[in-house]
């Protein structure tokens, strides 16, 4: 008989983005399928002029949703956070666990995610009620309240000790609740009110402005938001990384002896892009990101200064880069100064199978311990090599004379050199397209198989 599962985690499609939660909700939606109990519990939607936190009940096809509404914590992502004595212990959230287990009584608890709620939970589920615990390793949030392990100078950290470093990297955190905005945005767009977003785009600023709150949080506090996590952590019957380097690094702050095991993840969009053949590759060759240029992390530095590299050697005419996704602000102008470098904005995963066959090598140019970045599977699923910088789950699948070239240092010289050899032996785009081709079943998982192993998983630990 399969098990009563209960997710944890943060928000849900379409009120928020990215590939964790769309790896949460297929995973949840492929275990229905196989006949699960799924449950879901998590921190969402937030609302002005609400004075207290709510847990409301509610069914997406054959997922129960629990979700707090007006969480006490303020999740703001890679922004950190405010108070991070909260992500240890909130007795609001803790309450509304208690009620959600003793409703449900799960058989294992599979927490995805702790943003928007404490800690806490994971003692709470191990000492009071005795279920067993997985959790997947989508970030290093519980480490790092800016989720990537990389600081304010934009360097990776891997520091014990973590002094005033924590506070600085917080700083940008905002003052108001950024989560009423996007809940408002949320609401119109599903009541079909998209014409009326940008006049009451003003309204809601007035709005969010009378919900500020205020940054705490000194070296002390966040060294015992780390510290306390790793005790927690360690709590968790089975840790699963999604790739190699991230197990590396939880137990370089777990300890060897620590439950963990490496397993790469998908999501279901993935088996809808179809492999193309590549021969013959005529110069320009067309080079593209998916999302390399949103964020500082995500690549775009990288990106420009790899651009002025190759334009100061003469090379603009024999290349193209296609950008999808956000263009960070600071670099826009830089970079599209470029006649060669084409922006195409936001895009939706089912347009991938189509805007794909338009290109030759894709870049993943992520400069931290990116977990494992499906952009890279996305392009290998097309059949298209990959350049991928020597960080986190990147060089799981970016392995030369297979799949591409690997950006050993992660820098834009070295990208730069990577991609002048690809201009000058374009061939070689060919030979690795049919070596990932013939390889497409061992580089691109199913959710069917993914679902298969993580059944194992949980039948390991109950």
């Known amino acids: 008989m399969r098990p009563k599962v209960l997710h944890v985690g943060w928000g849900f499609r379409p009120w928020r983005g990215g590939g964790l939660i769309e790896y949460a909700e297929d995973l949840m939606k492929i275990q229905a399928q196989h006949g699960y109990q799924v449950y879901y519990f998590f921190s969402g939607r937030h609302y002005p002029f609400l004075k207290r936190a709510r847990l409301i009940r509610w069914r997406r096809k054959n997922v129960n949703m629990y979700e707090i509404i007006n969480s006490p914590i303020i999740h703001e992502g890679d922004r950190g956070v405010r108070d991070p004595a909260?992500?240890?212990?909130?007795?609001?959230?803790?309450?509304?666990?208690?009620?959600?287990?003793?409703?449900?009584?799960?058989?294992?608890?599979?927490?995805?995610?702790?943003?928007?709620?404490?800690?806490s939970l994971i003692d709470i589920v191990k000492e009071e009620?005795?279920?067993?615990?997985?959790?997947?390793?989508?970030?290093?949030?519980?480490?790092?309240?800016?989720?990537?392990?990389?600081?304010?100078?934009?360097?990776n950290c891997v520091e014990k000790e973590v002094g005033d470093k924590c506070t600085l990297c917080c700083s940008d955190?905002?003052?108001?609740?950024?989560?009423?905005?996007s809940t408002l945005l949320y609401e119109l767009r599903r009541f079909h009110l998209e014409k009326i977003v940008r006049t009451a785009y003003r309204p809601?600023?007035?709005?969010?402005?009378?919900?500020?709150?205020?940054?705490?949080?000194?070296?002390?506090?966040?060294?015992?938001?780390?510290?306390?996590?790793?005790?927690?952590?360690?709590?968790?019957?089975?840790?699963?990384?999604?790739?190699?380097?991230?197990?590396?690094?939880?137990?370089?702050?777990?300890?060897?002896?620590?439950?963990?095991?490496?397993?790469?993840?998908?999501?279901?969009?993935?088996?809808?892009?179809?492999?193309?053949?590549?021969?013959?590759?005529?110069?320009?060759?067309?080079?593209?990101?998916?999302?390399?240029?949103?964020?500082?992390?995500?690549?775009?530095?990288?990106?420009?200064e790899s651009l002025k590299i190759l334009h100061g050697k003469g090379l603009g005419r024999y290349f193209e880069l296609h950008i999808y996704g956000d263009l960070l602000e600071e670099i826009r102008g830089q970079?599209?100064?470029?006649?060669?470098?084409?922006?195409?904005?936001?895009?939706?995963?089912?347009?991938?199978?189509?805007?794909?066959?338009?290109?030759?090598?894709?870049?993943?140019?992520?400069?931290?311990e990116e977990v494992y970045g499906y952009v890279g599977i996305e392009f290998l699923a097309k059949g298209i090599p990959v350049i991928g910088n020597m960080r986190g789950g990147i060089i799981?699948?970016?392995?030369?004379?297979?799949?591409?070239?690997?950006?050993?240092?992660?820098?834009?010289?070295?990208?730069?050199?990577?991609?002048?050899?690809?201009?000058?032996?374009?061939?070689?785009?060919?030979?690795?397209?049919?070596k990932i081709i013939q390889n497409r079943s061992r580089l691109i998982k199913t959710m069917d198989t993914h679902f298969n192993e993580i059944d194992k998983l949980y039948r390991g630990v109950r």
Request: one cysteine or more; aromatic letters at 8%.
């Open 86 to 119: 909260l992500d240890l212990n909130e007795p609001v959230s803790e309450n509304f666990f208690r009620k959600t287990l003793e409703e449900i009584m799960p058989d294992i608890l599979h927490i995805q995610e702790l943003a928007g709620l404490p800690s």
């Open 204 to 304: 809601f600023k007035t709005i969010i402005k009378e919900n500020n709150i205020s940054i705490r949080g000194s070296g002390i506090i966040f060294q015992n938001r780390r510290d306390t996590n790793v005790k927690r952590l360690r709590k968790v019957d089975l840790l699963i990384a999604q790739s190699y380097r991230v197990e590396k690094i939880y137990k370089s702050f777990l300890g060897e002896d620590a439950d963990t095991t490496t397993l790469h993840s998908t999501v279901k969009h993935i088996e809808h892009i179809r492999g193309k053949e590549m021969r013959g590759i005529k110069s320009p060759v067309r080079f593209a990101t998916l999302s390399g240029c949103d964020s500082i992390p995500k690549g775009a530095r990288l990106i420009l």
């Open 335 to 368: 970079v599209l100064s470029y006649s060669n470098v084409f922006y195409h904005g936001k895009y939706g995963v089912d347009q991938l199978n189509n805007i794909l066959d338009g290109f030759d090598v894709g870049i993943v140019p992520s400069i931290w």
């Open 396 to 434: 799981d699948y970016t392995i030369g004379d297979l799949t591409g070239w690997v950006n050993k240092t992660a820098s834009a010289e070295e990208l730069s050199d990577i991609m002048v050899r690809i201009i000058k032996n374009p061939e070689d785009i060919a030979m690795l397209n049919e």
């Open 129 to 155: 009620y005795r279920i067993p615990v997985v959790m997947t390793l989508h970030d290093y949030f519980l480490l790092c309240p800016t989720l990537k392990l990389l600081d304010y100078l934009s360097e």
């Open 173 to 181: 955190s905002r003052k108001n609740n950024p989560l009423i905005e």
